[in-house]
C-alpha cells in the first residue's frame, strides 16, 4: 500500500499503489475517523491525482467525515504517450474499465470493503464515472459529475441507479446544452446545478468552493446514515 501517517484528527493517509493485472496506478487514499463514505475521484482530460481542483474538493469532503481516493487513470507511460497524441483521455471505455477495477480494489482492502462509495468525476471523467456507476448498480451511492461531459457515457445513462448530481458553470455554454441532453436520459434520483458567473474549470472567485459544498452535501445526503451526518454538525 505504501506510506502511512496519522494527523490530529486522526485521518488515515496511504500512498497507494494500485495492482491491476498488467498495470498499476498510484493514488492517495485518506480516511477520516469513523468515516462511514469513500469518494472516489475520477480526473478528466490530461489531468492527474495532483489536480489543485480535484485536491481542493476532497479536502472540503474531509471536513465533512468522507473518505477520499485521488488517483492516475493512466500510468506514467501512458500519460507520456497522451500528452503527444491526446487520445488516452478520450477513451471513455478504458478510463471507465480502469475505474470499475479499482473500485473492486477499494472493495477488497480490509480498511474500506465496509464504506459506501461515490465517484466525483470531472470532464471525461464524469462519463467514465456514469458508464462505471452504471456496470455496478448498487455497488455505488452516489455520483457528481463537475463541468464534466455525461453525453460521452451514451447508452449507459438510463442504466445509471446511483442518485446523479451535474454541476455545470453558468459560461460554460456548449458543455450546459450537452449535460441538459444527458441529465434527460438519466432515470434514477438526479439533479442539475448551474454555478452562477463560472466558466469551464469554476477558476473565478468562490466558485470552485460552491461546488466543493455541494458535492459534500450530495455525498453526505446518499453516503452517510443520518447518525453520522448529525454527529459531524
Known sequence: MGNTTHDQQMRTTQDAIISL??????????????????VLFVHGSGSSRFSPRNQSVARVMRETGLGTLLFDLLTPEEEAIDLQTRHLRFDIPLLARRLV???????????????????FGASTGGAAALIAAAELGDEIRAVVSRGGRP????????????????????????VIQLNEEA????????????????THLFEEP????????????????????????????
Open 21 to 38: 493485472g498488467s498495470v498499476s496506478l498510484r493514488g492517495t487514499l485518506e480516511l477520516p475517523a469513523e468515516s462511514s463514505g469513500l
Open 101 to 119: 477495477a479499482v473500485t473492486g480494489w477499494i472493495k477488497s482492502r480490509p480498511e474500506t470493503s465496509r464504506l459506501r462509495l461515490g465517484y
Open 151 to 174: 453525453d460521452l457515457a451514451g447508452e449507459a445513462l438510463p442504466k445509471v441507479t446511483a442518485p446523479t448530481l451535474l454541476i455545470i458553470g453558468e459560461l460554460d455554454d456548449v
Open 183 to 198: 441529465f434527460d436520459q438519466l432515470r434514477c434520483v438526479k439533479q442539475l446545478q448551474i454555478i452562477p458567473s463560472a
Open 206 to 233: 468562490g466558485t470552485l468552493e460552491e461546488v466543493a459544498h455541494l458535492a459534500a452535501n450530495w455525498f453526505q445526503r446518499f453516503l452517510c446514515p443520518p447518525s453520522f451526518v448529525k454527529h459531524q454538525q
